[in-house]
């Protein structure tokens, strides 16, 4: 891997001139601190869209950082970190798809928990080409959508996200990645197929039911459009969760829901499933259960991948923290999917965690508590 060409005079060579938001920077001169900060949340932008990884992200932006500030005289510095961002991620990418392969359970993106649009700026390189694209744009942080870019090649995902999510031209992409820009269209093109693949896989997997079919998860789906009313399905979520029982829960979910859970092999034996549950009797069964334990938990609201969800936290009982965390995909005004993250090597990035071993020791003696009256 290369970083991107650079002249004689040291400013670089890609095809970006017409994004830069900054004067080129005098020969001899490299850029201070000041703007190294204000370049980082772009680089952590693409960082983290590339990966799913915070902690990847972060070491990514870092060394594209690190190389920003030892280059003299860049003429860009906007289309600079993003190249060497993507370069760098794409390394990173494919050697992390073999430790992903022989990971315990399933593998979820590390959640973003907060306002997305405060901390994580689109970095738009050029506007979208019509309103019904802009509107896609607005969900390419959501779980859901991560996990379906987890099947495309590290290229393929580069091509795609620089294309058809920060706006770059094939031409541009091109650059960044290193290639022809016919190679590029196409990396990008069959990005789309598979994505579009993956999504028509989904609705065909799905149990027919009476009334008109639930279509396959889209970027533009009710979780962006029906906002309002994802909300108030969370509000209802956690009425049901109270109750513990499973017919509140029946009435919020999709008849084809699934419920993916992601402990990672890290956390104590029955706090994460192994496989993937769906179907709308059986995940309302599970959640019933997993309420009725009377552990002493409670939920908060929260943004998770720019969407209603729920962080999972411990009472001061046990010490607090946060146990885990729950995203929602809201299709049809229904819950389609449920993704909740509480391997803990996923969520250092979102303060103290709780003692899992300890939650553990007080179920059990609650147990036996319960079981000697």
């Not at 005004?333 to 007080?362: C, T, Y």
Request: net charge negative; proline share 7%; aromatic share 4%.
């Amino acid at each position: 891997m290369t970083d991107p060409e650079t002249s004689q005079d040291g400013h670089t060579q890609d095809s970006q001139d017409s994004h830069t938001q900054d004067a080129p920077q005098p020969p001899g001169t490299r850029l201070d601190g000041a703007a190294l900060d204000r370049l980082r949340p772009l680089a952590f932008s693409v960082a983290y869209r590339m990966l799913g990884s915070v902690a990847e992200a972060e070491d990514v932006v870092q060394e594209a950082l690190l190389r920003l500030s030892q280059t003299e005289g860049v003429r860009n510095p906007d289309a600079f970190v993003t190249t060497v961002t993507t370069r760098i991620a794409i390394d990173v990418l494919r050697s992390a798809r073999v430790r992903r392969e022989s990971y315990v359970g399933e593998w979820l993106p590390e959640p973003l928990v907060g306002p997305v649009q405060a901390n994580l700026p689109v970095a738009m390189a050029s506007a979208p080409p019509d309103a019904a694209a802009h509107a896609e744009l607005a969900d390419d942080l959501s779980t859901a959508f991560l996990v379906l870019l987890e099947r495309l090649t590290p290229t393929e995902r580069a091509a795609f996200l620089l294309h058809d999510v920060l706006g770059y031209s094939h031409t541009e992409a091109a650059g960044v990645i290193g290639t022809s820009e016919v190679s590029a269209r196409q990396l990008a093109s069959r990005a789309r197929r598979r994505i579009a693949r993956e999504r028509d896989d989904a609705a065909r997997s799905a149990p027919a039911r009476s009334g008109p079919a639930r279509s396959a998860p889209t970027r533009s789906g009710p979780g962006r459009a029906d906002r309002v009313r994802a909300e108030e399905l969370v509000t209802r979520f956690l009425a049901a969760c109270e109750e513990g029982a499973v017919d509140p829960f029946l009435a919020l979910l999709a008849e084809d829901v699934v419920f993916t859970g992601d402990g990672g092999g890290k956390v104590p034996p029955g706090f994460s499933i192994a496989r993937p549950v769906s179907g709308r009797d059986t995940v309302a069964r599970l959640l019933a259960v997993f309420m009725r334990r009377g552990a002493p938990i409670h939920f908060e609201r929260a943004l998770v991948g720019g969407e209603p969800g729920l962080l999972i936290m411990a009472d001061d009982v046990i010490g607090g923290g946060l146990i885990g965390t729950w995203s929602f995909e809201v299709v049809d005004g229904q819950v389609a999917g449920i993704r909740g993250v509480i391997n803990p090597e996923k969520l250092r990035h979102l303060g103290p965690q709780a003692d899992l071993e300890r939650l553990r020791e007080w179920l059990t003696i609650d147990r036996q508590r319960r079981g000697a009256r």
